[in-house]
């Protein structure tokens, strides 16, 4: 077990087996000379379907959650695709998609949960990547969150 599982272990979190494809799609690609961009992940961890909209059926701080467990759906995607997370030299750009009613606007403090996790993880130099926070009307499968990422690595 690396480094980075490690911390995450101690945080009381470990990672998910990596999510099944929902599509015709790859879960991971990697690019250029050491870029490796993962597909959208949503909230299972464990295969059951989480469901609603932010300002609806969901809170701001089940949102927060759910965008915490989406990046680790992400990092269980990108491990299985590098072998170590102790590769990981920048989390370049994360996406955050929220599904929420027209009235919610805090899609950002939403989105904290997933990039939070990766400060958390690789500190803030490493683990602090571009985002966007998108508020959408729906997401597939009726989620709440889906996250998706781009990680240089070595």
Do not use: H, W
């Not at 989390?91 to 606007?105: D, I, M």
């Not at 959408?136 to 996250?147: D, K, Q, R």
């Amino acid at each position: 077990m690396g480094r980075i599982e490690e911390k995450l272990k101690e945080m009381g979190l470990a990672l998910p087996t990596p999510p099944a494809k929902g599509g015709v799609y790859a879960p991971a690609k990697c690019f250029g000379d050491n870029l490796v961009y993962i597909s959208g992940c949503g909230p299972s961890t464990d295969g059951t379907p989480i469901t609603g909209k932010l300002g609806e059926a969901v809170t701001e701080e089940q949102g927060y959650l759910y965008a915490r467990n989406s990046m680790l759906n992400v990092l269980a995607v990108l491990k299985r695709e590098i072998g170590d997370l102790d590769r990981v030299k920048s989390a370049v750009k994360v996406t955050c998609f929220v599904a929420s009613v027209p009235e919610f606007y805090n899609q950002p403090q939403v989105a904290n949960g997933g990039t939070q996790l990766l400060i958390d993880l690789f500190g803030q130099e490493v683990g602090a990547p571009t985002r966007s926070a998108i508020g959408l009307s729906v997401l597939p499968g009726n989620m709440p969150v889906e996250t998706e990422a781009i990680f240089e690595v070595e």
